[in-house]
């Protein structure tokens, strides 16, 4: 993919990433946008996103993304959109600005995905990221350190700080190359993955103590409810790193968390070792993401909800039993 041909006769060009973005999500977008803004400094270059994390204001441009449902874009078609680290169906309020564009982008990592959404695909299921895959598409002498940050920033948090198995030799690679441009990624591995406010502590341990075994130990699970969140005054922000600390239970294959956006509606996290690929189990309620990382949204009880996801877990321990 050639985003310097793509982009050449565009004067406004708009970038996406999925609802509640992680840091691949937002790396990939404000690593994109520098890219382009240096490569074309006369040509509008716009982030369109939900409201993500403070732990990414760190990346620049953090400041300049456009809050969906707080800014309205022009109503002139964009003349290329991107979509990151999704297809076009997890945008959210994006989509149409997506839909509207004259030239579609599709750059995404996860196996569910497909072929691609845009009119000019670049779906990699085996690269650790969504930034990972921006990377390889910026020229070497192109490279500085505002954005290597943005990028570095997103491989660590799609990797668990290159400890998941989507970690490849290219990864660590691409990850030495943005280390090169002089970023202080001790720091930002610090202050983005591991550094937790006090409520943020305070919900993670409330997730912890009620978490439960189930499956003969195979499986852990925990929910937050919406009354809960309130009472700790947090939001959907707040959650991330909940389900991967919960993963590290001995002895577990998969762990589930899920916190309440809605009455009765769920947003659901899976983890798993090798042997659940929860992206199956996601993609049967119209989720999605990675062999061991993967999410959806479904609505119910919470019993409701694990009994309906276990019985796709069990199938697959099952079957790597038998």
Known sequence: ???????????????????????????SCLGLSLYLKKLFPKKEVKVFLEEAADIFSCIKGFDEIGILGQETPAEAPFDVYFALDGNKGRL?????LFEDAKITVNIDHHVSNGPGCGDHNYVDPDASSTCELVYELVEEDMLDADIATALYIGIAHDTGVFRYSCTAPKTLQAAAKLISTGID?????????????????????????????????????????????????????????????????????????????????YKVSLRSSEKVDVAKVAQ?????????????????????VINNLTVHIEEQLEGESA
């Open 92 to 96: 959210g309020a994006a989509e149409k």
């Open 284 to 304: 049967m309620f119209g989720g999605g993401g990675h062999a061991r990382a993967a999410g959806c949204t479904m609505n119910g009880t919470f019993h409701d």
């Open 1 to 27: 993919m050639n985003l310097k041909e793509i982009c050449k006769d565009a004067e406004r060009i708009g970038i996406s990433g999925h609802i509640r973005p992680d840091g691949d999500c937002v790396g």
């Open 185 to 265: 990624f001790p720091r930002l591995i610090e202050e983005t993955f591991y550094e937790k406010t006090y409520v943020q502590n305070q919900i993670m341990g409330r997730a912890l103590l009620e978490s439960m075994l189930i499956m003969d130990g195979r499986c852990v699970v925990s929910y937050i409810d919406k009354k809960t969140m309130d009472f700790y005054q947090v939001t959907s922000k707040d959650m991330e790193g909940i389900v991967s600390q919960i993963k590290l239970t001995k002895g577990t294959d998969c762990a589930v968390f899920m916190y309440e956006i809605r009455t009765l509606e």
